[in-house]
């Protein structure tokens, strides 16, 4: 059978079928021919196979060409050492201060610490290494600049606000990779959830109970408390985007989000800012704010907030379902999903009372 063959493309004429809407002549169906000679067209003709029009293709690919995209991809892996754009953008503003002219009355090091300072907080926002990294790079810039000694540069270091920060991220990390702070959440509520205000008050004193040890809002309110007001929300039937809301959900987020800033200012160690403003203290009037003496002072106030705040929330926005009978039971579901406390739980909740 002869195989089929087609005029190559580029030896159509321009085909005008319809007149344009501005000409004065009229369509003369006769002269819409394609092919007005073929005798004299039709030796000009180049073969053109019906695979070429469909987009086949007859030529295999030659191994060498994969081996050689192989070699290509292999060659291009990501760079895994710092971004180099944001790493020179951090370099070149320190460098730039460095040998721009100090002002009158500032003295050399401190031009040359506020240059460095300068670098370090471009690394910190452009980021191209991790946080940790940048701070390292500034300070040993410091000191390899002889901006700084070695005793000044570290001094911090011997600080006690810095590390209780840092041993309250430790225990933070531990109370979410070993699951105690759920428990304790589920634990508490099992206990005072049957109506929604003590549901509410449950959630609040579980945040509450929990802040001297995770120093972070987002870590407890959203890493902990947050995926459990969501499953007590769904199990009384108010949910989010279906008209059920006021049912449970807004009083109950609401009030959550409101009193996770009165714990944050209850404890030393809940809140990052916190040791900053002991430092402050210290700085001005020379007086050392401890853990014990910080919680001493905000015990009053903090739990007095915590007990009015919910209850004022739930006369201004009250939620329509006052009682949650399901809540202790979903509670006790998860308890008995979670099993008896794991090793690593029971090592955590004894190395914090001790440490505490």
Known sequence: MASLSLPSRHLLPKLTPFPSLHS????????????????TRLSSFKPLHLTHLLGFTTTAPRASSSAATARAVQAAEPWQGAHLKPLMASIATGLLLWFLPKPS????????LLSIFMATIVGIISQPLPLGAVAILGLAASVLTKTLTYAAAFSAFGHQIPWL??????????????????????HIVSLAGSSSLGLGYSLVFSEALLAPAIPSVSARAGGIILPL??????????????????????????????????????FLTAMAANPLCATLTFNAIKTTIGWGDW????????????ILVPLILYVIYPPTVKNSPDAPRLARDKL????????????????LLLTV
């Open 336 to 351: 008995r999903q979670m099993g008896p406390m794991a090793r690593n739980e029971k090592i955590m909740a004894a190395t």
């Open 105 to 112: 009355g500032v003295s050399t090091n401190a031009w040359q």
């Open 229 to 266: 007001v969501k499953s007590l929300c769904s199990a009384c039937g108010s949910n989010v985007g279906d008209g059920t809301e006021d049912r449970l959900g807004s009083w109950l987020t609401f009030t959550c989000f409101q009193t996770s800033v009165i714990s944050s200012a209850m």
């Open 24 to 39: 004065s002549t009229q369509f003369n169906p006769n002269k819409f021919n394609p092919f007005p000679n073929p005798t």
């Open 295 to 306: 919680a001493k002072a905000a015990l009053v106030p903090g739990v007095v907030s915590l």
């Open 165 to 186: 920060v840092a041993l309250a991220f430790f225990f933070a990390k531990g109370f979410i990779k070993t699951g105690l702070g759920t428990r304790i959440a589920y």
